[in-house]
């Protein structure tokens, strides 16, 4: 009998899938906005099945903008299949850095979301990463990119809840 009752968590977790973003993660779902010395910084998290849709512009130039699902990997979320690849059900195959791809993907640390982009280019590698974290009724941002061989903080910021 305990064998069977200890199969139950196994078989629910195959059954249901990866386990949806954690509720630290749900509480990012919203517009968000905040006016820089760089522009205006504007934010839109909204749940997206059993993950999240994420778009992030800085002064009118969008840096990340897609959908992203629970891998088998804990806290670790892939870029899906949009538009009409995700109505038929498709999911997005891992891009590939090496043939001029960019490889997006999501993490869940602590009480932030990560995203992160990867791209090669003449063999040269582009990092950026947005870190986005809950403070109260305000979100968090931190834009980093690679610069070099560090990563380098562009931008620091505040966003207040909006209703555009």
Not at 67 to 81: I, K, M, N, Q, Y
Not at 140 to 163: H, K
């Amino acid at each position: 009998m305990r064998g069977l009752l200890a199969l139950v968590p196994i078989l629910a977790g195959i059954l249901l899938g990866p386990s949806p973003v954690r509720a630290e993660i749900a509480g990012l779902v919203g517009r968000w906005a905040a006016e820089t010395p760089s522009g205006r910084v504007e934010l839109l998290v909204e749940p997206a099945g059993r993950g999240v849709a994420l778009r992030l512009a800085r002064a009118g130039r969008v840096l990340f903008d897609a959908s992203f699902a629970p891998t088998d990997r804990p806290g670790v979320l892939e870029a899906t299949a949009t538009g009409l690849f995700s109505i038929l059900g498709s999911r997005r195959a891992p891009a590939n850095p090496l043939e001029g791809e960019e490889l997006l993907w999501a993490r869940e640390a602590e009480a932030a979301l990560i995203v992160s982009r990867l791209a090669i280019d003449a063999g040269r590698p582009s990092i950026e990463r947005a870190q986005l974290l809950r403070a109260g009724e305000r979100v968090r941002l931190r834009l980093e990119r690679l610069v070099g061989e560090r990563m380098v903080v562009e931008l620091e910021a505040e966003l207040a809840r909006t209703g555009r």
